[in-house]
């Protein structure tokens, strides 16, 4: 499967190989984030990650101790002992699952001290080619990204798969009107959705709730549906690969002709104020039709949402970087989308808050 934005599924991004006179910039250790209601079945999809990971690779999985994390047929045995905070709890003889646990409560929230600890011990304990973390039912993952985006661990991580894990049976959070606070977040910081259990929904009702998860802001994404069968027979649809991005679903977005793209790395800050007076001056100097953005600032990240002259601005959990997309008025010249583009791109420069990047 490919990106929205074209990159390709596959392993973990390597650095090329060869000699060359400009320094390497270290790789970072990439990391999945699997969120989900306790239930859903999100230890399920990381025994099959697991299972399924090449067999020379070391990877390392981070949970809480109230995690509902049991290993499945095939994956690596526990060893047979309780894991302490910050301790591997199993590797295999080949490449290796480092399990770490955080104590003490969510590591999104109340166990934040215990999560820094566990990660120190992990990336000593590497190098690691991938890192899994399952969250409790109750986190929310917005504040776990935080964590992992935030110095010293920024430069050493990289958050590049975050997944939902969906229990069909189970769909009222995700249904009501307005959607569940806590589901909602799962939602809009994910790039993957995995809807477990599909087959209970009747066609209609699996139908509507598939469009919601796959359209709901900021940017789409793409939802799996898996069916429960006996563990004896083969699988359903294929759940994402923790190194495999997926792209949106093509009833999320525009077509790819009519959009404009924007993006900055998410340790960029952006001045509130300053940039929602740019931004509220946008429709009238420019042909759009929509646009979302999302926008890091020093009190939370924002999202932008214009549809016609009417636009508005709220919290939101989406982390994976400052992102602008604009879809211009029908028939609008090439020329003039390009002129408007830089135009907003050098507003956007204007609000950038220089005494908060964490550049």
């Known amino acids: ?16 190989t060869g000699p060359s006179r400009l320094p390497v910039e270290p790789r970072r250790l990439p990391v999945a984030v699997v969120a989900g209601f306790a239930g859903a079945g999100k230890s399920a999809l990381i025994g099959r990650w697991l299972r399924e990971r090449p067999g020379a690779e070391r990877w390392a999985l981070l949970g809480n101790a109230s995690a509902e994390a049991s290993p499945g047929p095939g994956d690596p045995p526990a060893g047979g002992a309780p894991a302490l905070p910050g301790t591997p709890r199993a590797a295999d003889a080949q490449g290796a699952v480092g399990r770490y646990r955080v104590a003490g409560g969510c590591a999104c929230c109340t166990a934040q001290a215990s999560a820094r600890s566990a990660l120190v011990a992990l990336l000593r304990a590497g190098p690691w080619h991938r890192l899994i973390v399952e969250l409790d039912g109750a986190a929310r993952p917005e504040a776990l990204i935080d964590l992992l985006q935030r110095p010293p661990f920024d430069a050493l991580l990289e958050v590049d798969c975050i997944v939902a894990v969906v229990d069909a049976a189970r769909p009222a959070p995700y249904e009501s009107e307005p959607m569940h606070p806590l589901a909602r977040s799962q939602v809009e910081v994910s790039t993957h959705i995995v809807l477990n259990n599909a087959e209970r929904l009747a066609e209609a009702r699996r139908e509507a709730l598939v469009r919601r998860l796959a359209d709901a802001p900021p940017f789409g994404r793409s939802v799996e549906l898996t069916v429960d069968t006996p563990a004896s027979s083969s699988p359903g649809p294929d759940e994402p690969a923790p190194n495999a991005q997926a792209g949106a679903s093509a009833s999320s977005a525009p077509s790819a002709a009519a959009l404009a793209q924007w993006r900055r790395p998410a340790h960029q800050v952006f001045h509130r104020a300053r940039l929602q007076a740019l931004a509220a001056d946008w429709p009238a100097r420019h042909p759009l ?22 636009s508005i601005w709220e919290a939101c959990a989406y982390r994976l970087g400052n992102r602008l997309r604009l879809a211009f008025t029908a028939g609008t010249p090439a020329h003039v989308e390009a002129a408007a583009l830089a135009s907003i791109a050098a507003d956007l420069g204007r609000a950038i808050d220089h005494d908060r990047d964490e550049a």
Do not use: N
């Not at 499967?1 to 090329?16: K, N, T, V, Y």
């Not at 999302?294 to 016609?308: K, Q």
């Open 1 to 16: 499967m490919a990106h929205e934005d074209g990159q390709a599924s596959g392993g973990p991004r390597r650095l090329a």
């Open 289 to 310: 039709a929509q646009a979302t953005g999302v926008f890091r600032t020093a009190r939370d990240w924002y999202i932008w949402r214009l549809d016609g002259s009417a």
